[in-house]
């Protein structure tokens, strides 16, 4: 039988206290000569192999689904067999990390200078890289929530420019909704648990406490409900949760949305003939500003793999700025090395400027250990309860306050 995510994750997390325990005690395997085994997440696996044929390092490249990663991570864990290298999610770091799956990092920057956390923007290398005082991956890939929206179709109906504030999102919405059946002003994807966190932030709050616990229990975060299932109440999002925003934004269904880069490419990519007639602008402001999320992806090294300095060496090509930017042209995924970042070619379009900009307010979710089956499964479950079956505000908010009550960044 398929083990549940949260069942997997709690397997890697026990089988790491005796994988680094085992890892104080073996010594380090002989540096072979191999391919290095990489794990990329998602379907990126060809882009990567072409991306470091230039590096003089032979890798074979393991293209894991997203939603395999847990039990092939616990699996690895437990063996104490795994891949040189992986990408990891940032929701997933903690955990990965907790479980010992990943090679300290902090000795290895003076002989691989382009790991150096000064190479990238403080809000990247201060947060997003580091568990427990120790550096455990390094930024691979950027991304940030922005808003997008079809301007022609905002202009049709009056609208002279995109809403700047959530208050305004969701008037223009409802006017954009109100076009007939089956048309909407605005998409909320109800797999997308950063959002709520998002709009908490934008309201001047945070779901993490003083002492570095989770509460959702706070004023912000009920104004980011009351905006998130208002949306619902007023009509202006599909429900349906199988909708497509790529092809929604494009043939204008829900013609505002808040995505990553990706969409921009692949709206881009896909119908080349809305040239001019969508664009990317700051995410919208609450009491709290503009706060958007940084999400992305880092690359860390195997715990024990036996290629450490080949594998560092390919760390090392991969944070070069012109390998950053080669992998944007690839994919549309950000860099994450500050000189890439400010390329003033990449910056040159205007949409990728709002992306760049958007970085410098970005935040981190909470390295809480299994984020996303522990917080963000429950945040979504009463919210979409509420905004999608009517369920009771109250008891639905309090089961989420009780069920993650106790979680904690520490």
């Given amino acids: 039988m398929k083990r549940t995510a949260q069942a997997a994750i709690a397997v890697m997390t026990a089988a790491g206290m005796t994988l680094a325990m085992s890892a104080c005690s073996t010594p380090a395997a002989e540096e072979t000569t191999g391919p290095l085994t990489v794990w990329v997440m998602g379907d990126s696996g ?3 192999e072409k991306l470091v044929a230039g590096s003089g390092i032979a890798v074979d490249v393991v293209a894991i689904p997203w939603d395999s990663i847990d039990e092939k991570l616990t699996t690895a864990v437990a063996s104490g067999s795994g891949p040189d290298i992986l990408q990891i999610g940032l929701s997933k770091l903690r955990t990965f990390a907790d479980a010992g799956a990943l090679l300290p990092l902090d000795d290895e920057i003076a002989n691989h200078p382009a790991l150096d956390p000064a190479n990238f923007p403080a809000g990247i290398s201060g947060t997003a890289t580091s568990v427990g005082g120790q550096i455990v991956s390094i930024p691979w ?15 049709a109906n009056g609208i002279d420019s995109p809403p700047a504030t959530w208050d305004e999102l969701r008037a ?5 909704a109100a076009r007939g059946d089956g048309q909407y002003g605005y998409y909320i994807p109800q797999w997308d648990a950063p959002l709520p966190i998002e709009m908490t932030w934008s309201m001047g709050g945070d779901v993490i406490d003083a002492n570095g616990n989770v509460n959702f229990d706070t004023p912000a975060f009920q104004k980011a409900v009351d ?5 619902y109440a007023d009509g202006s999002v599909p429900v349906n949760g199988d909708f497509d925003q790529t092809q929604g934004f494009i043939s204008g269904v829900a013609p505002m949305l808040v995505s990553g880069p990706y969409l921009g490419k692949g709206v881009a990519d896909s119908a080349p003939e809305l040239d001019g007639k969508w664009q990317a602008s700051p995410l919208p402001a609450g009491d709290g500003g503009s706060i958007s999320l940084f999400a992305g992806s880092n690359l860390g090294v195997w715990y024990n793999t036996d290629q450490k300095e080949a594998s560092l060496a390919l760390l090392d090509y991969i944070s070069q700025p012109e390998q950053q930017l080669a992998w944007y042209d690839m994919t549309g995924e950000l860099p994450t090395v500050s000189t890439a970042l400010e390329d003033a070619t990449l910056n040159s379009d205007p949409n990728v400027k709002v992306y760049t900009d958007q970085l410098a307010t970005a935040k981190v979710l909470p390295l809480v250990s299994n984020w996303d089956g522990a917080v963000g499964t429950e945040l979504l479950n009463a919210l979409n309860a509420i905004a999608l079956t009517g369920a009771d505000r ?4 309090d089961t989420l306050y009780s069920k993650t009550a106790g979680l904690s960044i520490n």
Wanted: proline share 0%; glycine share 4%.
């Fill in 394 to 397: 109250k008891a639905s908010l």
């Fill in 227 to 231: 905006l998130y299932t208002g949306l």
């Fill in 46 to 48: 060809t882009n990567f």
């Fill in 172 to 176: 223009d919405a409802k006017i954009l």
């Fill in 141 to 155: 890939t950027s991304d940030t929530r922005v808003l997008f929206t079809r301007t022609d179709i905002l202009a």
